[in-house]
Nanobody
Framework: QVQLAESGGGLVQAGGSLKLSCAAS????????MGWLRQVPGKEREFVGG????????WYADSVAGRFTLSRDVGKNTMYLQMNSLKPEDTATYYC????????????WGQGTQVTVSS
């Protein structure tokens, strides 16, 4: 079973940048896609971006497109989220997850990493 561990969150001023990491572990890690989702208390988890693990194609929510960039290092089983031009509304707990096949729901949640953007 895959285990995911997020890191890199913190407090940043509006307009600033952060880079999140998600390390996957487990025997012979392989998946269809990895992605980032975020959640604020009282709201549903929101999709941020995802990438095909072997193909590298990425897609983003409209709210972050042009500001956030996904990348991954297959050799290190690690996915990254570069977040630029951060806004207070980006404040949330960020989680990484996997899709084990096309059309599968996101699963394998990590513990999350908190991102707080001050105005």
């Amino acid at each position: 079973q895959v285990q995911l561990a997020e890191s890199g969150g913190g407090l940043v001023q509006a307009g600033g940048s952060l880079k999140l990491s998600c390390a996957a572990s487990g025997r012979a890690f392989s998946t269809y896609a990895m992605g980032w989702l975020r959640q604020v208390p009282g709201k549903e988890r929101e999709f941020v971006g995802g990438t095909i693990w072997t193909g590298g194609n990425a897609w983003y929510a409209d709210s972050v497109a042009g500001r956030f960039t996904l990348s991954r290092d297959v050799g290190k089983n690690t996915m990254y989220l570069q977040m630029n031009s951060l806004k207070p509304e980006d404040t949330a707990t960020y989680y990484c997850a996997v899709k084990t096949f096309k059309g599968a729901p996101w699963s394998g949640w990590g513990q999350g990493t908190q991102v707080t953007v001050s105005s």
